[in-house]
């Protein structure tokens, strides 16, 4: 009876002591990701999270704000790294690995590395228009210099949003100002030209310094102020 009640005395304090080692980690991960929000460059926030992570070995959560924080500090082999990491311990996240995609063009990392991440992320949420949406984005972000594998690779992401999503697509567009990046790259491929006139016009009008209050309503009702 002893030797049970002690073994059961032993794995009640092991639970515990992961529970608690679970808590602190996301108590320290809240402090890490509310500082990155506010400044990127934060001392106790990089602490913090290097915190989380130590109490926390197979949070991908942690090892993504730690890449965060490292890209902000102009690191990105330490950023790529922990963001590798985070793949690790969640290889099945497909916002997790086009996050890394975007830490990988943030790092001037255009080859192979890239389009692999890119393709894994739609391999493993073919039909999520959150990845398609970024990858369309981050597509267009690079399009002058990005292989012609990539450029066809965003492309079918925005056909695929415009059959599945075309109102979210191009309010993303706005929303990210973007709009003219696609009318000029592909706004032929995806038979945007009317779309793109508009817009054309009503950028014109909304990006003026001189506004008056029925333009500035109306371009409130675009979604085109500032």
Request: aromatic fraction near 6%; charged fraction near 20%; proline fraction near 4%.
């Amino acid at each position: 009876m002893r030797v049970g009640a002690l073994l059961a005395a032993l794995v009640s304090l092991v639970l515990c002591f992961h529970v608690a080692r679970g808590t602190l980690s996301e108590l320290y991960l809240k402090i890490a990701v509310e500082e990155y929000s506010n400044t990127p460059l934060s001392v106790l926030g990089f602490q913090a999270a290097d915190a989380a992570a130590r109490f926390d070995p197979k949070s991908p959560t942690a090892q993504t704000q730690i890449a965060l924080y490292q890209g902000a500090r102009g690191d990105s082999d330490e950023m790529l790294n922990a963001s590798r990491r985070a793949l690790s311990r969640a290889p099945a996240d497909a916002r997790l690995w086009m996050q890394h995609a975007y830490l990988l063009v943030h790092a001037g990392e255009l080859g192979p590395e890239l389009e692999a991440t890119m393709k894994q992320a739609e391999t493993l949420a073919p039909s999520s228009h959150d990845v398609h949406l970024r990858h369309a984005l981050l597509g267009l972000n690079i399009w002058r210099t990005a292989p012609d594998s990539l450029r066809q690779s965003s492309l079918r992401s925005m056909r695929f949003l415009q059959q599945h999503a075309p109102t979210q697509f191009l309010n993303a567009l706005i929303d990210a100002r973007e709009e003219l990046k696609a009318c000029a790259f592909v706004g032929t491929d995806l038979n945007l030209q009317n779309w793109c006139e508009t817009m054309h016009a009503r950028r014109l009008q909304c990006d003026s310094a001189d506004l008056t209050e029925r333009v500035q309503s109306r371009c409130r009702h675009w979604n085109l102020l500032p």
